[in-house]
Nanobody, 124 residues
């Protein structure tokens, strides 16, 4: 079983920044792509950002494009989501996920391993 552990969530004021980390087990690297998703109460889980380990290519949801760069550190088995200029609409539980495709996927059902999530709350 692939293990993914998120950290870095918390309470932040709008306009400030927060960085999320996702530490993956060694077996996680059999998955080519990593992604960040978020889910607010009563809403569907939505794609935030994705990255491919092999190339570093990234894809972003329109709502976070230009604000939330995703990056990976192969030596640390870690994927990051740098969240800048945060807005109250960013409030959600954020999940790290892994998938097997060699292209970036944006639907939650395509990802087969998930972390437990970390709460991010943005106050106005």
């Amino acid at each position: 079983q692939v293990q993914l552990v998120e950290s870095g969530g918390g309470l932040v004021q709008a306009g400030n920044s927060l960085r999320l980390s996702c530490v993956a087990s060694v077996r996680s690297f059999s998955r080519h792509g990593m992604g960040w998703f978020r889910q607010a109460p009563g809403k569907e889980r939505e794609f935030v950002a994705g990255i491919l380990w092999s190339t570093g290519d990234a894809n972003y949801a329109d709502s976070v494009k230009g604000r939330f760069p995703i990056s990976g550190d192969n030596a640390k088995n870690t994927v990051y989501l740098q969240m800048n200029n945060m807005k109250p609409e960013d409030t959600a539980v954020y999940y790290c996920a892994a998938q097997r495709s060699i292209v970036i996927l944006t639907t939650a059902r395509a990802y087969d391993h998930w972390g437990q999530g970390t709460q991010v709350t943005v106050s106005s």
